[in-house]
């Protein structure tokens, strides 16, 4: 889970026809924020409550309930304009967005149309070694809807507890040129949105939702071609599998002489395939209007400091200094910033140890296959930095060896009891003393004649054999140094 190198690339490779056509594709991400209540309303804003618990008149949209605005709603979209280098506006507007669905009570979302709050930004990443560099087009508030339940055997039922939860929707300028660039520069935003705190980028739960505009032009033009969209890709293999069938199609269509028509495609996760639904949607269809519960949103410069003083270090400025000051490589930098927590871990561990490659060893090993097997986060892992930087200490300083760890570790994660302890309580110490160990090599010699001559007539590579068997003997226990050293005195 901590892993961005594992996306599987889909099936197909690299569609035909791209020497002749550039892919423009652009994203509209909707996030949801992590606001205690909702946009408009004081009702909870939280996932998996019992259906139609927390609403109320506003929420419901019921004749006569107003909207407030939340004013943290506003803060965390702010911090994330200021994240992605955006403009804020001192002015911007809710809108009316009109549309009937049986998921929407108000049979309008409240969203911003022509003045939203942050516009004209842009996101960094790093892709196959490269910076990239993809505008922001805008970022604005919205209210989300509630949910259909589709039941099996026909019918639905709605829920109205996500109607109102805040949402920011980050649109991309169409800067993104490949299936594998719309996944890197998702994962970015994901990974800044965690970072910032501000949502929690669960893409199964849908608190982070993807739609992609997509369109193909001839190499060298400037014109865009005839856009097609898709909804519902809510995973980052979703993604780049659909961009990459809808670059296929649009290629085909139009090398066999066709036009593009503009449709939105749905992307069915079950089947992996685009569903096209045949319909053409302009702004007019949703008759935006400026909502007239709401006045104009302000936002002054000493607000726009408050929020600023929120920013930190973010994901790729991160890597890079621990590429620089901890010498890691690109890729280590990579998975260990990949979450705010598991960096602060890692600098923590090394705050103590001041082993930056040894610490990233084992966080990026043991801790790491522990939390992929177990399906858990950095914040539920038991073993804290200065636990683990002990059973480092007892490593570097000789008295168990590297197996031993191992077994301190497991013995770590259900236990109270520190490195030290474990070690005692299960002998561990490594024997590092010359008669003990001098012993366990002479029984090992006597009872291996043959590879003792072979070793003698220049099969020098034998040591390892021969190293193992006394590991073998102490039971783990013995100094592979100290046994290394008697054994060359021995056979040489
Ligand atoms: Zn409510």
């Not at 980050?170 to 520069?185: M, Q």
Request: with cysteine; proline share 5%; glycine share 8%.
């Amino acid at each position: 889970m901590y892993s961005d190198r594992d996306v599987d690339k889909g099936k197909g490779g690299t569609p035909p026809g791209l020497e002749e056509y550039e892919p423009v594709i652009g994203l509209e991400v909707h996030a949801q924020l992590l606001t205690k209540t909702k946009i408009f309303c004081s009702c909870p804003a939280e996932y998996g409550a019992e259906p139609n618990t927390l609403v109320c008149p506003v929420c419901l949209g019921l004749p006569g309930a107003l909207p407030v605005l939340n004013r943290e709603a506003v803060s965390m979209a702010i911090l994330m304009g200021l994240a992605t280098h955006c403009e804020i506006a001192e002015e911007s507007v809710f809108a009316r967005k009109n549309y009937f669905y049986p998921d929407c009570p108000k049979n309008y979302q409240i969203s911003m149309y022509d003045k939203p709050l942050c516009t004209d930004g842009y996101i960094e990443f790093e892709l196959e070694g490269e910076l990239r560099r993809i505008g922001i087009e805008r970022i604005h508030l919205e209210d989300d809807a509630g949910k259909l339940i589709h039941l099996q055997d026909g019918g639905s039922m709605v829920d109205f507890n996500r109607c109102g939860v805040p949402l920011i929707e980050i649109v991309s300028k169409p800067d993104i040129r490949s299936p594998e660039e719309a996944s890197a520069y998702l994962m970015m935003l994901r990974r800044i949105l965690r970072y910032l705190g501000i949502c929690d980028g669960n893409m199964e739960q849908g608190s982070l939702r993807c739609d992609v505009n997509i369109s193909v032009r001839k190499r060298g033009s400037e014109e865009f071609g005839t856009k097609t969209e898709i909804k519902n890709l809510n995973s980052f293999k979703a993604v780049e599998m659909g961009i990459r069938f809808e670059i296929e199609r649009q290629i085909s269509v139009l090398r066999s002489g066709g036009a593009i028509e503009q449709v939105t495609n749905l992307w069915d996760a079950t089947e992996k395939k685009l569903l096209t639904m045949r319909r053409k949607e302009y702004a007019h269809d949703y008759r935006y209007f400026p909502e007239p519960d709401l006045l104009p949103l302000v936002v002054d410069a000493g607000w726009i400091e408050e929020v600023r003083e929120r920013l930190i270090e973010l994901p790729l400025e991160r890597e890079k200094r621990f590429r620089e000051q901890y010498g890691l490589s690109p890729y280590d930098s990579g998975v260990l910033c990949s979450e705010k927590a598991l960096a602060d871990y890692y600098e923590e561990l090394v705050s103590i140890v001041s082993e930056p490659k040894v610490c990233s060893n084992w966080v990026m090993r043991e801790v790491l296959a522990h939390l992929n097997e177990k399906q858990v986060s950095i914040e539920e892992f038991a073993i804290s930095p200065a636990r683990l930087a002990e059973l480092i200490k007892l490593v570097q300083e000789g008295t168990i060896n590297q197996t031993a760890a191992r077994d301190v570790f497991e013995e770590m994660l259900s236990s109270q009891q520190s490195a030290g302890e474990i070690v005692s309580k299960l002998g561990l110490e490594q024997i590092s003393d010359d008669s003990e160990l001098e012993a366990l090599v002479d029984e090992v010699l006597a009872e291996n004649p043959a590879e003792v001559e072979k070793y003698r007539a220049g099969k020098v590579q034998l040591i390892g054999f021969f190293i193992g068997q006394v590991m073998k003997r102490s039971r783990g226990k013995a100094n592979p140094k100290v046994v290394k050293e008697i054994l060359q005195k021995k056979l040489g």
